[in-house]
């Protein structure tokens, strides 16, 4: 039984499709099917039932699959705290994260200070907040970052970045040179949002609620460059977090009056899994680079 052996069969197991796997993992389709039907053939046992072009985990590989997660989490675990023999500077570090625009200045700073670190990224779709718990839980990440809060045994949340919440608006748009506004003014406005599900559609629902307006959405989108692109546009107005040293938009953002509305970023950790040197030191930068935005 080879270690690469177990690798393909964590992912594959998780995945539940041999080419999604193959696909994540980098390698050929019948080069992973070759490989998996080689360990079930030193093992003796199926590990997946397979119908119609479909595989599911059985029973024997359910068994397998919490042996080999926890074999495989003591090996990476074992590998980090060997890199942090020979010091911080050679560490790498994996985060998951659905605010990436949020997080890279982060990453550039610390990395003008440790230029050999090497990340890992791994962008979840901003809906999918519950997944940066799950890969936090499995130990496929060091670190998680984003708005978010995680009720699941063993992680930890630390809250890292207040930003306030504005109003933006188009450059021509009759309220562009106000300090600031209420949101009563804009009432009849078309509105640019986030898709239902995303964290700040939760967050800007509340924010109309508490004002009284009923928007009127024209338009969804999941990213934030996609939010201010339509802005830029003139398509309508919308909510917009904003922190000092921020970039300067192509719009106008406008203080909301009679409301005390923050975004909060945080970073994650899973407390019962061993952190590198270097997580542990990019954890603790998030605090101190973020404690002046």
Not at 3 to 26: D, I, S, V
Not at 213 to 223: D, H, K, N, P
Request: aromatic fraction near 8%; charge should be negative; hydrophobic fraction near 40%.
């Amino acid at each position: 039984m080879e270690l690469l052996q177990l690798q393909y069969f964590r992912t594959t197991a998780r995945l539940e499709h041999m080419t999604k796997a193959a696909e994540q993992l980098h390698i050929a389709q019948p080069a992973l099917s070759k490989t998996i039907s080689r360990l079930e053939e030193d093992l003796g046992v199926p590990l997946f039932d397979r119908a119609n072009r479909q595989i599911r985990l059985n029973a024997f590989g359910k068994a397998f699959l919490s042996k080999v997660e926890a074999a495989l989490s003591l090996l990476e675990e074992g590998q980090q705290e060997v890199t942090d023999m020979a010091g911080l500077e050679r560490g790498t570090i994996s985060i998951a994260t659905n605010v990436l625009n949020r997080l890279t200045p982060a990453i550039v700073a610390f990395r003008e200070q440790y230029p050999e670190v090497r990340f890992r990224i791994n962008q979840i779709a901003p809906a999918e907040t519950s997944t940066i718990a799950d890969l936090l839980d499995q130990g496929s990440v060091d670190l998680g970052f984003g708005p978010m809060s995680l009720d699941k045994q063993g992680i930890q949340v630390l809250p890292v970045l207040q930003a306030e919440v504005f109003l933006a608006v188009p450059r021509g748009h009759r309220l562009e040179h106000e300090s600031s506004i209420v949101l009563q003014q804009v009432a009849e406005d078309p509105f640019i949002e986030y898709k239902v599900g995303h964290p700040f559609r939760e967050i800007n629902d509340e924010i109309s609620r508490k004002a009284g307006i009923q928007r009127t959405i024209v338009c969804e989108v999941e990213e934030p460059a996609a939010l201010g692109s339509l802005v830029e546009a003139g398509l309508g107005v919308a909510f917009v977090p904003g922190c000092k040293g921020d970039e300067i938009p192509q719009f106008t953002r406008l203080h909301i009056e009679g409301t005390d509305n923050r975004r909060a970023f945080s970073v994650a950790w899973n407390e019962t899994r061993y952190q590198s040197k270097a997580a542990s030191a990019f954890q603790q930068f998030l605090v101190e680079y973020f404690a002046d935005k």
